[in-house]
């Protein structure tokens, strides 16, 4: 190929490496004392040393720290030191004038180094063991400096000359910064071009101090550079070889803002770019960034310095890759595409330290990747139909070119496509590549398929042993397993008894089986490398188990394991493992929202908050506030929810704005409702419905929830017909798409209608449709909301059947009670207290308290709700029973709390307006 | 005063021998104290090429193992500040804004630059460099519409030339016509015709102009890889070979001439020596897009299709709108079995040069691969390939067989009996007539058109083969029928 990579970037030798060299010449000058000149106790020799030790870890980051930062830094450490040692670095580099200077610099270092047979030295000499640390580091910069051609030379002479003007113009303008006399430092700038650099250090040094103490400003540590803060800890936990792994992790990630690279390679070009494995390092955590939070990236300034780092490195292609993901996170289709093409172009998906040339005959290139990575972006983008297609290529090439890791990624991955979104029919897309999966043909409906594939892909992990592919295929079968009703794939042969329900053991099975991850990768402990974020993770190396990578790697030379300390998390679970076993917490609270239990739905989502939020990509720990949010609203009562929504508001900010701006308008149009503001809700509900079909795709699930909320909207206003037109047309739509858990609701949506528009008689199979859903899908809540319709219903046909209604009702009352939010509860009460009222054997005056007991249960929960119709309704047959029993007085109070509710119901603007305060 | 002149002259004189021997620096140094515009202009000059020296110097030092480093012309900001300076007190002449154009140019300020290069082409048209570093500023048509110029001839020469870089060949082939007419002679203009030509496909005449021009300058290298584009497309394997030898006498080391080589041993089939040649043109001038072009097709005939993409990609990065790159890529895809993957680039290459039936062709072939199976989408390929004059005549055919298998008998026959037409027109021979004509023959019995039917069955039995034994049935089976339905014809001939 043109542009293949060269070898790794060795060890160069910078200006800051230099630095380093003359600290650790003063810190092991080879003199004949215990404690060499300079330094006063053995404390601070050792203090310097343990300095040195972490500058030389860091010394293969991404970015080397300036002089001035250095020079602060040593201020830190020197203590009464200070003044000496920077003028002694200063005047040390600024006298390296002449190719030939440093030519003997380097050989004055070789005498630090004690020889070969150091082992016999006397015992108070300072000698350097030239297999320490420091040792290696240097004779390390020696051989690199040895290997510098003649113009080498010349280029690093030239770059010491920058690295040490540049500390004095950003010293100036540091001090420019804080005092406001700029005109005079104008004048000393240019003086300080003028003047030996020797002399201008010294009397910057001594200016910065005189300044320093005349202004008495802020004590000197606040404006300690963070390099610092994690260097100093470094040095209190580097005992702990383990523990340099961390360090790296949080040092590099404290680098990931984009602006530090972009200045960096700005002021100082060529010189202080990285060797390959830095910059590929750095990539990889902007890549992991952005996969967790695009929307933290601004389009423009991280494309900017990918632009820059593009110039330099031309021969790297992964930057190509990265633009790609910054355009597509934020939904640039034509920049994606065209920079998703040209990345696979150039690098064949072969690039990068992570590949592992394949043992075989592949020399083919990795073309599969591109095509997975392809129909990525469309099902991004919401083309589904291109997405399918382009996956179903990708089944194919990787089928030939027997990448059989791809094949389960891309099988994955179309799972993924099938079950998010809705595809009334796969016939004619899904076509003969697949034939050895869906043997059965292609008369099977989308859900068979999906179930087929999804068994398929989980068969092909497992024995690939891709332990996250597999871990998240659990999940999507769970994710299958919940929302439908397995049936036999063949119609014919011995009849089994068909039992058409979900199945909730196997779904708690599948999350489970998922959660295994988490140990396994517990176990293997420090062996492993992060995969990054999950999407990222097939561009890794998917031939190889990743655990052997770093072994492999680390074989060969010191260098190569740089880039691993790079990748390495501050824990020791990666964290594409975590967002996975987040994910199932995820999966499982909805499994339970779902089923019904409120309190397990709740547990679910707070131990995700609580512990893999960090993890987690910014849309997940929304989606997680959202519920929480939710389930307050349900129980607590919107004010509680709209304080904590404010709340979730300011903390993603910027981010995925749109799921909590959905659960604002969610909440928005229910409170509406309740207060009978029926023009705000339309007009939030017409906003859910815009926000439905985005510009990307539409999104099934909001469209469903759009139009019931229409459909409730116009129940509210007592359209009855045209409600139950909507509803009727929301059901087909959610048969056709295979949506049952929606259909159920609908169903309900329906009854209730009937309900209201005094058409018990059609109500009822609406009800009891609805109720079989729920069997069928363990929709446990939903069910018990559905028999107390259905006892409504009933109550409505008469008082002959208060019997019935009343069964019914208490049936249900465990589950509504125990898992119902306030408004189920209320109704239930209410419910309750008619079917009393409403049976003639029963009489007011002997139990007064059966019926007035709910009552009230009712209206405190309703007041909560501010939902003024129920409350009247409630207040009411107060008034009624109080008037029965003769309380004349108590009947005016709930008379009164009913004219209340239904002054507030019929003036609606008496409110404040939500869209205001909220 | 005369006096100073002369010392100044004499100044100037020695400066310029420096220049010429290229010790750039001293040539500036001799000139440090000069205030004349020459002198000026000159020690900048020397100052810009010392700088672009280094900095191609430096680019091979700095080469780290990522690629290029950033190395910079280091005096441009100096140039910059003098220049400018210079510009605003309007002390400047002609090649001084020229000088100040280019390190604009280099610095970015591409919309300043455009401007102080129009200003010197306007007060001094004659010179040839500041008018091609204007065209390189205008890469669109709008921008060069926008362009404030004087009439001079020389405006014409660049019309053309920046014609021809925007694609817009017949314009500047009418350009360089009208020129020529004034300037019967020149060599360039003849060698711009022939390039212009060429884009139009015109390799006949191109053919004969290439001829000519090396008659009149045989020593040329300059557009001479163009003129063997030319034979290795008519597979002159004679003629190619002298050119290779004789630019390879004249200049070896010119990406020209490699080129030229690559080509030769391309045409001999010999595709590893091939890509050495064109690898060395691009060690010589690494953007030099045909060459990455061609070298991405020899790889494509080694069958190393990675290799192929990277080299095409660094095309179509060097030159976005060089459609056959964009079609190289399509085809090495293509060739892997990804036809969707493909697609991409076959759009691409047509949405660039839209009036080539071949790349119509190939996006065609791509959606009937049997993975796409998108036959409606390749029917709308064919039918636009079959509009720009589809020299290979597929199209028709293509078309024709597609119609068929979907079911739309009419449509088939009407493509079957152009291609028909075309075929006879050509006098074409071979499998395809009679695919044709049986078509063609059973499609009107069917439609009890006996008439036409037997017209096709008659000349199918000029061809051998069991076609021959099926026409001879078909007619006879016409006969029987029209005979068994003589009442049928009696009304038809008395209504």
């Keep these: 190929m043109a542009g293949v990579l060269k070898a790794p970037g060795a060890f160069a030798i910078t200006p800051h490496k230099v630095s380093v060299c003359v600290l650790v010449q003063i810190y092991a000058s080879p003199s004949q004392i215990s404690i060499p000149f300079p330094f006063s106790s053995v404390s601070q020799h050792n203090r310097l040393g343990l300095y040195l030790l972490a500058l030389t870890k860091s010394c293969d980051d991404i970015l080397e720290p300036k002089l001035e930062q250095l020079i602060s830094q040593l201020r830190e450490i020197g203590g009464l030191l200070d003044h000496w040692l920077t003028d002694h670095l200063t005047s040390r580099l600024s006298s390296l004038s002449s190719p030939d200077d440093l030519f003997n610099f380097f050989n004055d270092m070789r005498g630090v180094l004690g020889g070969p047979d150091s082992g016999v030295m006397e015992d108070d000499q300072v000698i350097l063991d030239p297999n320490s640390n420091l040792g290696m580091f240097l004779r390390r910069c020696i051989l690199a400096f040895n290997l510098l051609t003649f113009e080498g030379i010349c280029h690093l002479l030239t770059n010491i000359g920058i690295y040490c003007k540049e500390a004095i113009s950003s010293c100036s303008s540091y001090e420019l910064r804080r005092l406001d006399d700029s005109g005079n430092d104008l004048e000393s700038l240019s003086e300080y071009e003028n003047m030996d650099l020797n002399l201008v250090f010294k009397k910057i040094n001594e200016e910065m101090e005189a300044r320093k103490r005349a202004t008495e400003r802020v004590s000197f540590h606040l404006h300690l550079p963070k390099e610092l803060s994690t260097l100093v800890e ?33 002021l100082n070009g060529g010189v202080f770019l990285r060797t390959n494995w830095q910059i590929q390092g750095y990539l990889m955590e902007q890549a992991d960034a952005i996969e967790k939070d695009g929307s933290s990236f601004t389009l423009n300034a991280f494309e900017l310095t990918l632009r820059q780092l593009q110039k330099l490195a031309p021969e790297l292609h992964r930057v190509h890759f990265l633009r790609y993901l910054n355009s597509l996170y934020h939904d640039d289709y034509f920049s994606a595409l065209e920079n998703l093409h040209r990345y696979f172009d150039y690098s064949a998906g072969t690039e990068g330290f992570d590949f592992v040339p394949p043992a075989g005959c592949n020399s083919f290139g990795r073309y599969e990747i591109a095509l997975l990575c392809l129909g990525m972006m469309h099902f991004h983008f919401g083309h589904p139909k291109q997405a399918l297609e382009v996956l179903t290529e990708a089944v194919r090439v990787s089928q030939q070119h027997s990448n059989d890791t791809c094949l389960a990624y891309t099988l994955a991955a179309i799972c993924n496509l099938l079950s998010e979104i809705g595809f009334s029919t796969t016939s004619g897309i899904l076509g003969s590549p697949f034939s050895p999966m869906t043997s059965v043909g292609t008369s099977l409906s989308v859900q068979q398929q999906l179930f087929v594939l999804l068994k398929g892909s989980l068969k092909r992990a497992e024995s690939l042993k891709l332990k996250q592919l597999v871990a998240a295929n659990h999940l999507a079968m769970a994710k299958f397993n919940l929302t439908h009703v397995q049936r036999p794939l063949l119609s014919f042969g011995p009849k089994t008894s068909m039992k058409l329900r979900t199945c909730p053991v196997t779904v708690c099975k599948e999350l489970r089986l998922g959660y295994h991850l988490i140990s396994e990768f517990c176990c293997e402990g420090s062996t492993m490398t992060t995969d990054g974020a999950f999407s990222t993770a097939w561009l890794k190396n998917l031939q190889k188990p990743v655990g052997s990578l770093v072994l492999s790697q680390d074989n060969s030379s010191r260098d190569n394991s740089n880039p691993f300390l790079f990748c390495t998390q501050p824990s020791s679970i990666p964290g594409s493992v975590l967002q996975l076993v987040g994910s199932s917490y995820l999966h499982r609270a909805t499994a339970w929202e779902i089923y019904g239990s409120a309190p397990l739905a709740r ?4 131990v995700y908050a609580t512990c893999v939020a960090d993890a987690s990509s910014s849309s997940d720990a929304a989606l997680v506030h959202v519920k929480l949010i939710q389930h307050l609203a349900v129980f ?22 749109s799921r909590i701006l959905i659960l604002k308008l969610q909440l928005l149009h229910e409170r509406a409702l309740h207060r009978g503001h029926l023009k705000l809700a339309q007009q939030v509900c017409d906003e859910l419905g815009v926000l439905a079909s985005s510009v990307t795709a539409v999104d099934m699930e909001l469209k469903i ?16 017909s045209q409600a139950a037109a909507v509803a009727h047309s929301l059901f087909c739509m959610c048969y056709k798409f295979n949506l049952q858990v929606e259909s159920a609701t609908v169903l309900l949506l329906l009854a209730e209608i009937h309900l209201k528009s005094g058409n018990a008689v059609v109500g009822l199979p609406h009800a009891l449709a609805s109720l079989s859903y729920c069997q069928s899908f363990n929709l446990d809540l939903l069910r018990a909301s559905a028999t107390l319709t259905l006892a409504e219903l009933w109550l409505s046909l008469g008082s002959n059947h208060t019997k019935t209604a009343l069964t019914l009702i208490h049936g249900a009352f465990p589950m509504i009670l125990g898992h119902g939010g306030l408004e189920l509860c209320a109704r239930a009460y209410i419910a309750e207290a008619k079917c009393y009222l409403s049976d003639p054997s029963f009489s007011v005056s002997d139990n007064p308290e059966v019926v007035l007991d709910p009552l009230r249960q009712a209206s405190d929960e309703l007041h909560v709700l501010e939902y003024h119709e129920l409350a009247a309704e409630g207040f009411y047959l107060m008034a009624i029973v109080f008037d029965k029993l003769g309380q004349l007085e108590k009947r005016e109070e709930a008379a009164a709390s009913f004219k209340n509710h239904i002054m507030a119901l019929e003036n609606p603007q008496d409110g404040e307006d939500p869209l205001s305060n909220a | 005063m005369e006096e100073d002149e002369v010392i100044h002259g004499d100044f100037y004189l020695l400066a310029k021998s420096y220049f010429d021997c290229r010790e750039y620096r001293r040539a500036a140094h001799v000139l440090r104290d000069q205030t004349g515009n020459k002198s000026v202009f000159l020690r900048c000059y020397a100052l810009y090429l010392a700088g672009e020296k280094r900095k191609e110097e430096e680019m091979i030092e700095l080469e780290g193992p990522l690629g290029k480093s950033d190395a910079v012309n280091r005096e441009l900001v100096s140039l910059e500040r003098e220049l400018s300076s210079l510009c605003k007190n309007g002390m400047i002449d002609p090649f001084g804004l020229y000088l100040y154009g280019l390190v604009l140019k280099e610095k970015g300020n591409e919309n300043l630059a455009r401007k102080v290069l129009v200003e010197s082409v306007n007060s001094y048209p004659w010179n040839w460099s500041a008018w091609s570093e204007l065209q390189s500023l205008c890469t669109t048509v709008d921008i060069l519409n926008g362009l404030n110029l004087s009439n001079h001839w020389m405006k014409e020469f660049f019309l ?19 020129l020529q007419g004034t300037f019967t002679f020149s060599n360039y203009i003849q060698a711009q015709i022939a390039k212009a030509r060429y884009s139009l496909r015109e390799f006949e005449q191109v053919e004969v102009i290439f001829e000519d021009l090396l008659r009149n300058d045989p020593y040329r290298v300059e557009d001479m890889d163009t003129y063997s584009n030319v034979l290795y497309t008519k597979e002159c394997f004679s003629a190619l070979s002298y050119l290779a030898h004789r630019v390879i006498m004249t200049d070896k080391y010119r990406p020209e001439s490699c080129c030229i080589i690559g080509n030769y041993y391309s045409l001999k089939g010999q595709h590893e020596k091939s890509v050495i040649y064109f690898r060395r043109a691009l060690k010589l001038n690494k953007n030099y897009l045909s060459a990455w072009t061609l070298m991405g097709h020899e790889y494509v005939e080694m069958k190393n299709t990675p290799a192929a993409v990277d080299a095409y990609r660094r095309a179509v990065d060097i030159n976005p709108r060089d459609y056959r790159a964009w079609y190289g890529l399509g085809q090495a895809y293509e060739m892997m079995g990804m036809p969707h993957y493909a697609l991409h680039y076959f759009r691409k290459s047509v949405f660039f040069q839209p009036i080539d039936s071949r790349l119509w062709i190939a996006m065609a072939q791509c959606y009937e691969s049997e993975q796409l199976h998108m036959l409606e989408e ?9 509009n720009c004059n589809d020299t290979e005549a597929i199209a028709l055919h293509r078309l024709a067989k597609l119609h068929r298998e979907l079911g739309y008998p009419e449509e088939a026959a009407f493509y079957y009996r152009k291609d028909l037409e075309r075929m006879e027109a050509e006098e074409r021979e071979g499998p395809n007539i009679v695919e044709a004509l049986m078509f063609l023959a059973t499609h009107y019995k069917a439609q009890k058109r006996f008439e036409e039917a037997e017209v096709y069955c008659t000349r199918l039995l000029d061809y051998t083969g069991p076609e021959r034994e099926t026409a001879k049935s078909l007619l006879r089976g016409m006969r029987m029928a029209q005979s068994s339905f003589p009442s049928m014809d009696v009304e038809h001939f008395h209504p």
């Design chain 1, 234 to 266: 470094d040095i209190e936990v580097f005992a702990d070889p383990k523990s340099e792994h961390n360090d790296k992790g949080r040092e590099s990630s404290s680098y990931s803002s984009s602006g530090d690279l972009l200045r960096d390679v700005d």
């Design chain 1, 603 to 606: 547990v679910n989502a707070l």
């Design chain 1, 636 to 657: 607590k009562g919107y004010e509680e929810a709209f304080s904590a929504l404010k709340i979730a508001e300011e903390k993603f900010l910027s981010v995925s704005k």
């Design chain 1, 705 to 720: 929830e759009a139009s019931l909320r229409h459909a409730r909207t116009l129940l509210a206003a007592k359209q009855f």
């Design chain 2, 160 to 178: 053309a030339s920046v014609y021809q870089e925007l694609r817009m060949h017949n314009e500047s082939l009418s350009k360089y016509e009208n």
């Design chain 2, 378 to 386: 390749a029917i709308k390929c064919y039918k636009r390939a079959a």
